[in-house]
Nanobody
Framework: QVQLVESGGGLVQAGGSLRLSCAAS????????MGWFRQAPGKEREFAAA????????YYTSSVKGRFTISRDNAKNTVYLQMNSLKPEDTAVYYC??????????????????WGQGTQVTVSS
């Protein structure tokens, strides 16, 4: 098993930036595919971004591509989501996720094995 703890959420104006962090423990981090999902009020949880074990490959949903960047530091057991040019529609709870074995890209909720508790991101207009 792996434990995931997100941080870095908050309130930001449209056009601003935030960086989310997710610290992992309990399993060798470099063996995990990592990702971020988000869930807006009244909507289903949706895929945002993913990164391979080595960090050599990333994938984004179309609505965040070009604005968000996922990265990881295997020495620190941490994955990041840099969010720039934020829009009100980015408002959601953001969840960190880990997969032991997955297809690529792992777009579905069922592709992932472990989840963090979530961190709120609110973008005001």
């Amino acid at each position: 098993q792996v434990q995931l703890v997100e941080s870095g959420g908050g309130l930001v104006q449209a056009g601003g930036s935030l960086r989310l962090s997710c610290a992992a423990s309990g399993r060798t981090f470099s063996t995990l595919t990592m990702g971020w999902f988000r869930q807006a009020p009244g909507k289903e949880r949706e895929f945002a971004a993913a990164i391979t074990r080595s960090g050599g490959n990333t994938y984004y949903t179309s609505s965040v591509k070009g604005r968000f960047t996922i990265s990881r530091d295997n020495a620190k057991n941490t994955v990041y989501l840099q969010m720039n040019s934020l829009k009100p529609e980015d408002t959601a709870v953001y969840y960190c996720a880990a997969a032991w074995h997955s297809n690529w890209p792992p777009l579905k909720y069922g592709d992932w094995d472990e989840w963090g508790q979530g961190t709120q991101v609110t973008v005001s207009s």
